[in-house]
């Protein structure tokens, strides 16, 4: 399937956004005030956002659970409900821009629309575009036993079982291999 620059973005802004959710009670999160909302906008280069408050900091979380059961839906009908939930929640105006120097691209977010629902409708379609392309599976969490972060399997033959193999996928491998070792040790 091909994957637009714009898509790439709103997918690693989607990614991002579930994986700032805390691990579990305990746990920090990832977006704790209105200053890390606003640094997240920035590295993710999200347009047209304006003053950030705490209006919006709580609807980004609560849009971040949202995405976050896109990424956990057992099939592609659930994806679709879920996804088209979240984007008729957030209003949709699609317009060709060719902003910052990118080349022509559709926007789906509304003008003047709030952080969130400019997040709901772009990161929205850009998960739209998997269950059409019959890829919902890509759709992804780790599956490292204690690692529940999603990820998109951009592989060839979808393969990627955890969110970074640097980390989730070695680690693993750690574990099998000492437990090899430990029954070859009787
Ligand atoms: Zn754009
Ligand atoms: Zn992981």
Same mark, same amino acid.
């Given at each position: 399937m091909l994957i637009t620059h714009d898509t790439r973005c709103a997918l690693d802004t989607v990614v991002d956004l579930v994986n700032s959710a805390p691990e579990d009670d305990s746990?920090?999160?990832g977006l704790?005030?209105?200053?890390?909302?606003?640094?997240?906008?920035?590295?993710?280069?999200?347009?047209e956002v304006g003053v950030l408050t705490d209006f919006d900091l709580s609807a980004?979380?609560?849009?971040?659970?949202?995405f976050a059961a896109v990424f956990a839906a057992p099939d592609a009908r659930t994806a679709a409900g879920l996804i088209n939930e979240l984007?008729?929640? @957030?209003?949709?105006?699609?317009? %060709?821009?060719?902003?910052? $120097?990118y080349d022509?691209?559709?926007?789906?977010? =509304?003008?003047? @629309?709030?952080?969130?629902?400019? %997040?709901?409708?772009?990161? $929205?379609?850009?998960?739209?575009?998997?269950?059409? =392309?019959?890829?919902?599976?890509r759709l992804r969490?780790?599956?490292?036993?204690?690692c529940r972060h999603a990820f998109v399997d951009l592989s060839r033959n979808r393969s990627r079982r955890y969110c970074d193999s640097r980390t989730c996928g070695n680690r693993l491998h750690v574990a099998a291999y000492r437990a090899r070792r430990k029954e070859a040790a009787g």
């Open positions: 746990a920090p999160d704790p005030d209105v200053a890390a909302l606003e640094v997240f906008v920035r590295e993710h280069a999200v347009s980004v979380r609560r849009l971040r659970s949202r984007i008729a929640a @957030a209003g949709t105006t699609p317009r %060709l821009t060719d902003h910052d $120097g022509w691209h559709v926007h789906y977010f =509304a003008p003047g @629309a709030s952080v969130a629902d400019h %997040l709901a409708a772009d990161c $929205g379609m850009a998960l739209a575009f998997f269950v059409v =392309a019959g890829e919902q599976e969490r780790c599956e490292a036993p204690d």
